[in-house]
């Protein structure tokens, strides 16, 4: 395929297997650092001296700072969803096109939301280290009492896809379904999920989920005043972004038995997470794998590369989180 660009330069931060860049190897000159680990402003501009388009598979703070260091940055390509550590206003106003990974993670996070709700509802974590302690003495009519899901009512904050597949695991189990939808449009008509304002949504979910991006708007969206509202033997599952809830009011309402337990998958200050919640038995943890499938990884990284390709062509990927630069972009290839 022929790019606009002479010899572009990608570069690809985190582990990749090399099959899957196949396709991208074609076009540009790729260039690999296995490194998964948050990096400074100054590492980041170091390592993107030279470099047309950046590859991460986590990504690292692309400030305002990194991006005015790096007038050679011409696109983000996210291999996942989030992009919120990107500063969007800087990249669009450098020209810069930025694309995550939408839709092919879609099932396999909801898989595991739900995946956490029954283990959290049910003790099933708890249960494995009873067993592994030895403490296992034969069966007892109250040993390890959880919560039935049947029937429940579960609120689902975010419905957009992977809130939307959640809906449709828990009409599996006959569970009431509330939603508060945080994008225009994101209305399903389809599914039996009724429209509510986050206030009723606290008050009246057995179960909650969170499914929304991390914004101005979302951060902290959970705090203090919201589990006051919440019922005692309500279990919150969080596999969107950590600073969604705050982690320290989440703690002292777990203290307080505001709220029955919850299912963390990300956390505020990842990787570093609360030390109250490691000794908490009712609470389930999991080191942000919600996608973490070997099929879905896969998927992020041929739409990512798929995107590179097709915008290094000169065609605007339905991935651009922001294709208003678009007509800039293209002018920076062609420059």
Partial sequence: MEVLLANPKVF????????????????????????????????????????DVLMPTLVPQISARV????????????????????????????????????????ETCADFAFGLMLASAR?????????????????????????????????????????????????????????????????????PAEPVDLDTLLRQSDFISLHCPLTKETHHLIGE?????????????????GAVIDEKALVKALQAKQLAGCGLDVFENEPAITAELLQMENVVLAPHVASATMETRAKMTQLASDSVI????GTLPKTAVNPEVWPTFLKRLSS
């Fill in 123 to 191: 003790r099933i974590a708890e249960a494995d280290r009873f067993i592994r302690s030895g403490q296992f003495e034969g069966w007892k009519s109250q040993l390890l009492l959880g919560q039935d899901i049947y029937k429940k009512t579960i609120g689902i904050i975010g419905f957009g896809r992977i809130g939307q597949a959640v809906a449709r695991r828990a009409c599996g189990f006959d569970m009431r379904i509330l939603y508060l939808a945080h994008r225009k449009g994101m209305t399903q008509t389809d599914l």
């Fill in 225 to 241: 005043s919201q589990f006051a509202k919440l019922k005692p033997n309500c279990i919150l599952i969080n596999t969107a972004r």
């Fill in 310 to 313: 097709q915008a290094l062509a």
């Fill in 12 to 51: 690809v931060l985190g582990s990749v297997p090399k099959p899957w860049l196949a396709d991208i190897s074609q076009i540009a000159s790729v260039e690999e650092e296995p490194v998964e680990l948050s990096l400074s402003a100054d590492e980041m501009i170091g390592k993107l001296k030279g470099i």
């Fill in 67 to 106: 991006i005015e260091s790096c007038p050679q940055l011409k696109m983000v390509a996210n291999i996942a969803v989030g992009y919120d550590k990107v500063d969007i206003v800087a990249a669009t106003k450098a020209g810069i096109l930025v694309t995550n990974t939408p839709g092919v993670l879609d």
